[in-house]
């Protein structure tokens, strides 16, 4: 599966941002999906994961409730709902995509998006 992640943008602290991933390719919807960030010089680190159907969610204990994610399997696109961003969310987001792997780690993710930069001014 290709996926290609878009939606980033600047926004202030407080504000929110939806991002988009759109994958290409069959069997979207046997792929477990995952959002991770990365700020330069920084390693990559889990954001939130989705199950195949969308039935169960897990989230980075740092998103705090803020961030929700979702899919649409019909239109074989992945969501991440940002609210009440604070400047410490400013990242390159990416979306992500694992056959088996449920946990947070990177290395289950088999499949990566480009990437799309989220900036948050305080």
């Known amino acids: 599966v290709q996926l290609q992640a878009c939606g980033g943008g600047l926004v202030q602290a407080g504000d929110s941002l939806r991002l988009s991933c759109a994958a290409s390719?069959?069997?979207?919807?046997?792929?477990?999906m995952g959002w991770f960030r990365q700020v330069p010089g920084r390693e990559r680190e889990f954001v939130a994961s989705?199950?195949?159907?969308?039935?169960?969610?897990y989230y980075a204990d740092s998103i705090e409730g803020r961030f929700t994610i979702s899919r649409d399997n019909a239109k074989k696109m992945l969501y991440l709902q940002m609210n009440s961003l604070k400047s410490e969310d400013t990242a390159v987001y990416y979306c992500?995509?694992?056959?088996?792997?449920?946990?947070?780690?990177?290395?289950?993710?088999?499949?990566w998006g480009q990437g799309t930069l989220v900036t948050v001014s305080s």
């Open positions: 992500a995509s694992s056959q088996y792997y449920r946990g947070s780690e990177i290395r289950g993710y088999d499949y």
């Open positions: 390719g069959r069997g979207f919807s046997n792929y477990i």
């Open positions: 989705i199950s195949e159907r969308g039935g169960r969610t």
